[in-house]
């Protein structure tokens, strides 16, 4: 038994996270740099214009909407070993968005990081931990639930960026093709708020949690093993898993599974009279890429934890407060509503001319039947870039994306980086 214990307690204070890899990378590479490279900065600043208008599915009336956006980094090295990170994105909309306030400022990253050896880290404060290999659905993204205050665009990866970290304590130890990372995040508020200033602790950190990953590339896979728990509930576990098939595909399969109450009964606030029984995410795919730069994705996903098609038939008939908690509950976790999905995605970087990068996203819910197609095409120039974007949402009612308040929008932008 003290055996275990010791073994439990070494794991809680060695760890390591995927998305570290790169960060460790970076570090090792600054240290072999020549003296007479000069020095990124250490802020990446921009501000963003935004202009839209939307199409309402209820009486076909056009809304328009006007956005400024300020988005702040700094990474900086200090004396030693030591480094402080702060971001930070402030987005005033008008309209505000749905029950929010017209200026919602987002506390994304906050964080004091030592190195105490050349291989292990330890960060504490305000921390972004993202995970998952998926693109559409991220099973093993423990950390997202109640992250995001301000949805800017549809973009999976522009929604990991701009959510707000949680208040973690984040030890890494690596090793060559490898690592290990534990994440401590205390239970310091149960209480989300709407406050658009409110640092807004009771999203991020309603309860005790701990994770522990552990990476290490395998031949041509790159497989990573994850525990995690949550107080007052079951620990879950989650595999990301990627591998090179040829010189052009990727593999890619990310599930996490554990013992629980099915996402109605949390929704609804009966978690303690539903099912425990096991139960399954996953998000699968494969990614090609050909010669002139262009990626297509397909992605597979599964949520055991959803409903099927009979329960969310039936919730769709039913009275309209359980609906609408089951639909809140599942976007501010960002949970699939429905047991199986499909997602597609195609870029297509210096697409037709330099510089010109398009994008084309498709989800469909296999469920419902219910649709989402979202275009982009984005310039960039030196400092500024320029992008349109167009979006329909399309189903029957109170389907998946039926029940979407727009039938159709579009939205310009014009970003400016400072340095």
Do not use: C
Not at 153 to 171: H, T
Not at 321 to 336: F, K, M, V
Request: without cysteine; glycine residues 8%.
């Amino acid at each position: 038994m003290r055996r275990r214990a010791a073994i439990a307690v070494l794991a809680g204070l060695t760890i390591a996270a995927q998305a570290s890899d790169q960060e460790t990378d970076a570090l090792r590479l600054a240290d072999a740099m020549p003296e007479d490279v000069v020095r990124a900065s250490d802020w990446r600043t921009f501000a963003e214009l935004g202009l839209g208008a939307a199409r309402q599915r209820r009486d076909g009336s056009v809304r328009h909407d006007r956005r400024l956006s300020l988005d702040v980094r700094f990474d900086h090295a200090l004396s030693g070993d030591w480094r402080v990170v702060f971001a930070d994105r402030l987005d005033i909309s008008d309209p505000a968005q749905a029950g929010s306030d017209q200026a919602i400022n987002t506390v994304k990253e906050t964080y004091l990081g030592w190195r105490p050896a050349p291989d292990a880290l330890l960060d504490f404060g305000r921390i972004n931990a993202r995970y998952g290999v998926a693109m559409g659905y991220n099973p093993t993204d423990f950390f997202r639930a109640g992250a995001l205050r301000s949805i800017v665009s549809i973009d999976p990866a522009s929604m990991k960026e701009n959510r707000q970290g949680s208040v973690m304590l984040r030890s890494q130890w690596l090793w060559t093709g490898g690592s290990l990372t534990g994440l401590v995040s205390p239970d310091l508020e149960r209480r989300p708020h709407r406050d658009g200033f409110n640092l807004n602790l009771g999203a991020t950190n309603p309860r005790d949690r701990l994770l522990l990953a552990l990476s290490q590339k395998i031949g041509g896979f790159n497989p990573q093993i994850l525990i995690f728990r949550e107080a007052a509930a079951p620990t879950r576990f989650g595999l990301n898993l990627t591998g090179l098939l040829n010189d052009a595909t990727v593999a890619h399969v990310e599930w996490s599974g554990g013992r629980g109450p099915g996402q109605l009964e949390q929704a609804l606030g009966q978690s303690a009279y539903g099912s425990h029984g096991w139960r399954n995410r996953i998000a699968t795919g494969l990614t090609y890429t050909t010669s002139n730069k262009l990626s297509l994705t397909a992605e597979w996903h599964y949520n055991g934890s959803a409903l099927n098609d009979a329960q969310w038939t039936a919730l769709r008939r039913g009275p309209p407060l359980p609906y609408l908690g089951y639909r809140l509950w599942a976007r501010d976790a960002q949970e699939l509503p429905t047991q199986q999905a499909l997602f597609l995605r195609a870029m297509w970087q210096d697409a037709l001319i330099p510089h010109l990068d398009l994008t084309l996203m498709h989800n469909r819910d296999l469920v419902d039947a219910s649709r989402r197609t979202w275009l982009e095409a984005r310039y960039h120039a030196e400092r500024w870039e320029y992008a349109l974007q167009w979006q329909r949402n399309s189903g029957s009612t109170l389907s998946s994306y039926g029940v979407m308040p727009d039938s159709r929008s579009w939205q310009a932008l014009v970003r400016y980086y400072f340095n």
